[in-house]
């Protein structure tokens, strides 16, 4: 996960961009674990603190062993995430979990369409509440027919999603990252206000 520098996430990155960016002194890595949990660390200080054997994951090289970071913290970036999830064919497949809306199948993403629930011909517009993902076969069968015309019909109701696309990814290994949460959901009962 990437912070700005006010530590909001603002997207993700593979470790290979994590660990240029820790090198090139753009970011600093946050610790996740231990005592000193929310310490950030310059690469000299991340490269020893790897050495402790604290890092699960780590990255061999023919003279340094570094632990891949969890979370860094860029330097500099100081823009603010965005607010409205933008409608791209990769965020409705996301929102619809990949899966098919009129046979309930999932799919992996090269099989998969946008279908206009309300054809555009028919004045359909490109809206989170007009599109949908569906099979090839779906979308074929579907064609330009109305929903009820067609007697297909979408699982469920398409909405504007309400989270932000990037976060609803897994971490590593493919299950989700404990450490991301204090980030993505935090406790507001925890915080307090200035006067």
Known sequence: ??????????????????????CLGHAQALQTEGEEKFRTHD??????Y??????????????IVLGVPRIIVLSLYDKFPRLQVRLTRRNVFLRDQF??????????EPELNLDHVMPRDKGGRMTWENIVTSCIRCNTRKANKLPKEANMHPLKKPVTPKWRPIFGLRGYNGSPDDSWRHFLEPDRTAVRMSA
């Open 99 to 108: 899966t098919c809306q009129y046979c309930a199948k999932e799919f992996s």
């Open 43 to 48: 690469f000299s200080s991340w490269a020893e």
């Open 1 to 22: 996960m990437v912070l700005n520098r006010f530590w909001q996430p603002v997207q993700t990155c593979s470790a290979r961009r994590a660990l240029k960016l820790l």
């Open 50 to 63: 790897s050495e402790s054997g604290a890092v699960k994951e780590l990255v061999h090289s023919v003279s």
